[in-house]
């Protein structure tokens, strides 16, 4: 833990210069070509950071934050595009909307950002899932494995909870939602365009869809054009992903997570294609319940084939659980020592 927490600090300290250095720098130079070749040292940077920790929550929120948003982010403001434009009127502004992925449009005063009974309800059902995964021995494998994934949504849910309060009371922004009742989806591009993880495309829709849409439009019409964009876009995230699993596992890619992000865009596209035979669709719609049975169990079975394995293989699961549960253990001691040091002075 001690160790941890060392290099916990030697990273952020590496990020706050590294975001310094953007802020005050780059905007001086030319935006493009000149002002990406500047920023590269800061993005391999990012890349290495996650390296750092032996946690797999720490080297996960790292990745999240830093490899993934954080260069992103900082690619698109070479061109002059993103978050990040116009410029954070501060360091600290700069830096939070660097490594956070903070809504570009904010309204704060209409919406409550404080956590609701939703949140407690989740805490809830998340240390009871933790309950039953530590005890799991007699569980389906199955079973467990959907525990599991539970039990790391939550745990994301529930941390960008707090994140979400910290950017109100400091920023009064908001944070891109996480998702949108991702089981209500009615098709692919409903799921993964508007439901599931909204942070992963509210970044790769300027950063990678609409380049490569552009650049399509030259040489086919603009209807057409979308499908290219599509396929970039979840190719990238294939690409990132298997990059996130490397810094979980510590293992060679097996590019299995790659090919699972391939494999829905094309299909994605393919259901776009069908969609635009307007003909066809009108006279053949499935009831919203069966397209939502369908298109939810297609993403889970393609999951469980190509997604989970390397997860499973590697222990990262159970080591992600096992964390959390000292986690757990580590804040009762100190509560517990707060709460004797309390009665104590009472007395």
Known sequence: MEEELRSL???????????????????????GVPRLISVLPVLALFLVLPLFFSSVHLSLITAFFLTWLANFKLILFCFDKGPLIPIPTNLFRFFCFTCLPIKA??????QNHLPKLGFAIKVAIFAVLLHLIRDGDNLSPTLLLALYFAHLYLEIEIILTFVKVFVFIFLGCDLEPQSNKPYLATSLQD??????????????RPAVYSPM??????????????????????VVSGLVH????VYL???????????FFVLQGVCTAAELAVKKKTKVMQRWQLNPAVSRLLTVGFVFVTGGWLFAPQLVRSGVLERYTYEALLIVDFVKKKLFILLGIHMTSVK
């Open 9 to 31: 600090i030697k990273v952020w300290i590496y990020a706050i210069i590294s975001i310094f250095y953007c802020y005050h720098l780059l905007p001086k130079i030319k935006s």
């Open 191 to 204: 799921f993964w365009g508007r439901r599931w993880n909204l942070m992963v495309p509210a970044i790769l």
């Open 213 to 234: 849409r552009r650049v399509s439009e030259r040489r086919m019409s603009s209807g057409w054009a979308l499908f290219p964009g599509i396929l970039a876009a979840f």
């Open 105 to 110: 449009q904010q309204n704060p005063k209409s």
């Open 249 to 259: 596992t510590r293992e060679t890619p097996t590019w299995e997570v790659t090919l």
């Open 242 to 245: 298997e990059l996130l699993f």
